[in-house]
């Protein structure tokens, strides 16, 4: 257990308030994970499991924050706890060391203490191509390659781009210009490319 003179000189610096409960919070992580090292970063005491992140702790004026990397952040403060003023604000000494455990272990499997992704990202549908923007694609063989050969996304802008036309002649417009600018293969909005 490596502790860092800087830490201590910030919980001496902290509010009183602050000071039992920033004491508290260092006792258990090291009671939680052995071997941890201690840092300030961005300011704060943070403690490091084979040199990442597990867990932070911080001093305010009116409140404490604690936070343990990778397991969300929750309310209007930082870190996962809502604003501490007091231990009692605290959860459970036994919860915190079973989310710390969980944290170290995330770092032992994966390398770092962030949850993996719950999901894969799901693509947006292709949108309906409206009929009029059809039938100027089907009389263009060009622009209608270019179109298809789009990634999704782009196709989407196009697509998106004409049917949020209100009047028909704005509608028309917006397909001869992108019956145009798809014939030179030009996304659609290949003007804020290079800026």
């Given at each position: 257990m490596a502790r860092d003179p800087k830490v201590d000189a910030y919980i001496a610096k902290a509010a009183p308030f602050a000071q039992p409960i920033l004491?508290?919070?260092?006792?258990?992580?090291?009671?939680?994970v052995e071997g941890l090292d201690e840092a300030l970063k961005w300011g704060m005491p943070h403690f490091l499991h084979k040199g990442k992140n597990l867990a932070g702790m911080s001093a305010f004026k009116a409140h404490a924050a604690f936070m343990i990397h990778g397991d969300g952040r929750q309310g209007d403060a930082m870190g996962q706890f809502g604003k501490i003023t007091r231990l009692e604000d605290l959860p459970d000494d036994n919860v915190l060391k079973s989310k710390l455990a969980e944290a170290a272990q995330r770092i032992d499997q994966a390398g770092t203490a962030l949850k993996p992704k719950s999901a894969a990202r799901v693509a947006k549908p292709e949108l309906p191509i409206p009929p009029e923007f059809a039938?100027?694609?089907?009389?263009?063989?060009?622009?209608?390659?270019?179109?298809?050969?789009?990634?999704p996304s782009h196709r989407r802008e196009y697509v998106e781009w004409i049917s949020e036309a209100k009047r028909p002649e704005t509608r028309d417009k917006r397909i001869a210009q992108a019956i145009e600018w798809?014939?030179?293969g030009k996304k659609r909005n290949w003007k804020y490319e290079n800026c």
């Amino acid at each position: 257990m490596a502790r860092d003179p800087k830490v201590d000189a910030y919980i001496a610096k902290a509010a009183p308030f602050a000071q039992p409960i920033l004491n508290h919070l260092r006792a258990l992580v090291h009671e939680a994970v052995e071997g941890l090292d201690e840092a300030l970063k961005w300011g704060m005491p943070h403690f490091l499991h084979k040199g990442k992140n597990l867990a932070g702790m911080s001093a305010f004026k009116a409140h404490a924050a604690f936070m343990i990397h990778g397991d969300g952040r929750q309310g209007d403060a930082m870190g996962q706890f809502g604003k501490i003023t007091r231990l009692e604000d605290l959860p459970d000494d036994n919860v915190l060391k079973s989310k710390l455990a969980e944290a170290a272990q995330r770092i032992d499997q994966a390398g770092t203490a962030l949850k993996p992704k719950s999901a894969a990202r799901v693509a947006k549908p292709e949108l309906p191509i409206p009929p009029e923007f059809a039938a100027a694609l089907a009389a263009n063989p060009a622009a209608k390659t270019a179109l298809e050969g789009f990634s999704p996304s782009h196709r989407r802008e196009y697509v998106e781009w004409i049917s949020e036309a209100k009047r028909p002649e704005t509608r028309d417009k917006r397909i001869a210009q992108a019956i145009e600018w798809l014939a030179d293969g030009k996304k659609r909005n290949w003007k804020y490319e290079n800026c």
